[in-house]
């Protein structure tokens, strides 16, 4: 299959698909490259191969190592643990797993959740935090309007509530994800070329059954729970830096609150898939931050 795993990493060389178990879960990475170690996570709805065209550029400074977090893509898909507080604690085993004392880290859209609560949860094992566009949950999450105002050009992020109702998603979609996913690419997109059919049909494979879209629903499922959690997080002392298009207001209003040093960069002309617009600027603004 060309949108396998195994296929996919053909196109990547010097990196290589690997699984792990850990915190009783089966995980899918992909690493390459030599230096310091440097964890990604994709969000919804892509996975590791969200980030296929900065890796190679970044292996040539550092070990990157792209992980399917807790339910996505090749990773396993259980019936719980998706707050992500427990997502962190998977990414935790991992690193030690994987012989590191400390690891930079970052991830984009619900990665970037993940990274925020590895940080702040394992601060220990953090040499630096990256965010990509979407700030963590917590109690502003409850102003996002959802009722279109007239004459307002913002999107309203509708998919951020269905996601979050239990088994009708997968009961309407499972077979027909890649209208999901033709929709959230085309509108949250300046350059629509930067996300290719090729590059869809490998999400659409990864998300288009009933356990892909449980799974990475039961990520937004846990929201109320990350916000609860959000609220007794201490304030993080290792460098942040935090990049953002679409949602650069999101991280400039959020981050402070939980950063004593912060660096916030935003990214013009681009929407929120950074990844696949702005590749250039995000190498950049990643190697000036990590050096």
């Known amino acids: 299959m060309q949108y396998s795993d195994d296929e996919l990493i053909k196109s990547l060389p010097g990196f290589q698909n690997h699984y792990l178990e850990v915190n009783g879960i089966n995980l899918h990475y992909v690493e390459g490259g030599e230096g310091q170690p440097l964890v990604l996570f994709p969000g919804w709805p892509e996975t590791w191969w969200a980030y296929h065209k900065i890796m190679p550029v970044l292996a040539a400074n550092y070990h990157v190592i792209v992980v399917d977090i807790r ?13 992500k507080k427990s997502m962190a604690k998977d990414i935790c085993e991992l690193v030690k797993k994987l012989g590191y004392e400390k690891v930079n880290i970052g991830g984009h859209d619900i990665g970037a959740h993940v990274a925020f609560s590895f940080a702040v949860n394992f601060p220990e094992l953090t040499s630096k935090l990256i965010i990509l566009d979407t700030p963590h949950p917590d109690p502003q999450m409850y102003q996002l309007p959802m009722v279109p105002i007239l004459g307002a050009s913002y999107v309203y992020p ?22 999901v996913l033709d929709w959230i690419f085309k509108t949250l997109l300046e350059d629509q070329t930067s996300i290719s059919e090729f590059d869809k049909a490998v999400y659409a494979f990864a998300y288009d059954s009933n356990a892909g879209i449980r799974a990475s629903n039961a990520w937004y499922q846990a929201f109320p729970q990350d916000i609860e959690d959000s609220k007794s997080y201490q304030k993080l002392d290792m460098p942040v830096l935090a990049i953002g298009a679409s949602g ?22 681009s929407g929120h898939f950074m990844l696949a617009e702005k590749p250039e600027e995000l190498v950049n603004a990643i190697r000036d931050f990590l050096n």
């Open 248 to 269: 650069y207001e999101l991280l400039k209003n959020s981050l402070p609150g939980y950063a004593t040093n912060l660096k916030l960069v935003k990214v013009e002309d």
């Open 158 to 179: 509708w998919w951020l509530a269905f996601n979050q109702i239990k088994e009708l998603p997968e009961q309407l979609l499972a077979g027909r994800m890649f209208i």
């Open 71 to 83: 339910g996505m893509g090749s990773s396993e898909k259980p019936t719980a643990g998706y707050d």
